[in-house]
């Protein structure tokens, strides 16, 4: 599921405000812009926040899917977009938002004429999250709804206690695929004091462990997504294998991790308190 999650806030898809490629004139995006196209899952989110609902012109099809986005109840009734550059040229948007826009085949598409982008970087550490956040409100037109956005996940992350105390911590997916370090569940783990067994393992940010390797490994918990919490599929089953049964779980939904967003403070505080439990049940 992280794989296609992954793969997903890639779609139709450095920070600051940049242009789609052309020679001509640039125009330049309004203070506050009508009419604005996300052109990635993880721009959807941060759209959604921080703009008004009448400002946004068109989403990723995958933003009203809440096990991928964490705002994905405020995108219904709002236009979805395929990768399609004939869409965009309908909207004539006054402000393109990518994370990052580079890979957007839409965009590479388009005629030689002029469109604001903003160009946020992908988000692998908190304050990434934060640094998105104040440049997507400043280009949407609300710099204050960044300001106030920060501010309250800055206290919903006051005083997070860290009961991991060190214990190791695979975050293990359908498949055996298995999330390393440089990434933003990396920093989750050590923000709530785990260690990412990726790490001790020296895997690289995205690779597959097998039932064996996992046993052999003997993490402590094993952070799975929701999704996965019965079996659905294959992909699912592994991770209900009578071999890995009693590794202790940590369940979150995949939508708060696989963008760096808001739900960030959620994914820590869930964490957190979860481990908290197990060793509450424990004693």
């Given at each position: 599921?992280?794989?296609?999650?992954?793969?997903?806030?890639?779609?139709?898809?450095?920070?600051?405000?940049?242009?789609?490629?052309?020679?001509?004139?640039?125009a330049?995006?309004?203070?506050?812009p009508?009419?604005?196209?996300?052109?990635?899952l993880?721009?959807?989110?941060?759209?959604?926040?921080?703009?008004?609902?009448?400002?946004?012109?068109?989403?990723?099809?995958?933003?009203?899917?809440?096990?991928?986005?964490?705002?994905?109840?405020?995108?219904?009734?709002?236009?979805?977009?395929?990768?399609?550059?004939?869409?965009?040229?309908?909207?004539?948007?006054d402000?393109?938002?990518?994370?990052?826009?580079?890979?957007?085949?839409?965009?590479?598409?388009?005629p030689?004429?002029?469109?604001?982008?903003?160009d946020?970087?992908?988000?692998?550490?908190?304050?990434?999250?934060?640094?998105?956040?104040?440049?997507t409100?400043?280009?949407?037109?609300?710099?204050e709804?960044?300001?106030a956005l920060?501010?309250?996940m800055?206290?919903?992350?006051?005083?997070?206690?860290?009961?991991?105390?060190?214990?190791?911590?695979?975050?293990?997916?359908?498949?055996?695929?298995?999330?390393?370090?440089?990434?933003?569940?990396?920093?989750?783990?050590?923000?709530?004091?785990?260690?990412?067994?990726?790490?001790?393992?020296?895997?690289?940010?995205?690779?597959?462990?097998?039932?064996?390797e996992?046993?052999?490994?003997?993490?402590?918990f094993?952070?799975?997504?929701?999704?996965?919490?019965?079996?659905?599929?294959?992909?699912?089953?592994?991770?209900?294998?009578?071999?890995?049964?009693?590794?202790?779980?940590?369940?979150?939904?995949?939508?708060?991790?696989?963008?760096g967003?808001?739900?960030?403070?959620?994914?820590?505080?869930?964490?957190?308190?979860?481990?908290?439990?197990?060793?509450?049940?424990?004693?």
């Amino acid at each position: 599921m992280r794989a296609r999650g992954l793969a997903a806030a890639a779609l139709l898809g450095g920070c600051g405000v940049l242009w789609a490629a052309s020679p001509a004139p640039r125009a330049e995006a309004p203070a506050v812009p009508q009419r604005i196209v996300s052109i990635n899952l993880c721009a959807d989110q941060l759209v959604l926040a921080l703009a008004d609902r009448g400002q946004i012109a068109g989403l990723t099809k995958n933003a009203t899917d809440a096990e991928m986005s964490g705002e994905a109840a405020k995108a219904h009734g709002i236009p979805l977009l395929s990768n399609s550059a004939e869409q965009i040229l309908a909207i004539e948007p006054d402000l393109i938002v990518g994370m990052p826009a580079s890979r957007s085949m839409a965009l590479r598409a388009l005629p030689e004429q002029d469109y604001p982008l903003l160009d946020l970087a992908t988000a692998n550490t908190l304050e990434d999250i934060y640094a998105s956040i104040r440049e997507t409100a400043t280009a949407v037109g609300h710099p204050e709804r960044g300001g106030a956005l920060i501010a309250r996940m800055q206290g919903e992350l006051a005083g997070l206690s860290k009961p991991g105390r060190g214990r190791v911590t695979a975050y293990y997916q359908r498949r055996g695929y298995m999330t390393g370090t440089g990434t933003l569940i990396d920093e989750l783990m050590g923000r709530v004091g785990l260690v990412n067994l990726a790490g001790q393992l020296g895997k690289p940010p995205l690779s597959q462990l097998s039932l064996e390797e996992m046993v052999a490994a003997k993490p402590d918990f094993l952070i799975v997504e929701s999704a996965t919490d019965v079996v659905t599929d294959q992909g699912s089953e592994m991770l209900h294998h009578p071999a890995i049964k009693d590794i202790r779980r940590i369940s979150i939904p995949q939508a708060w991790t696989v963008c760096g967003s808001p739900a960030y403070t959620q994914a820590a505080r869930s964490i957190s308190a979860q481990i908290a439990r197990h060793d509450g049940g424990r004693s």
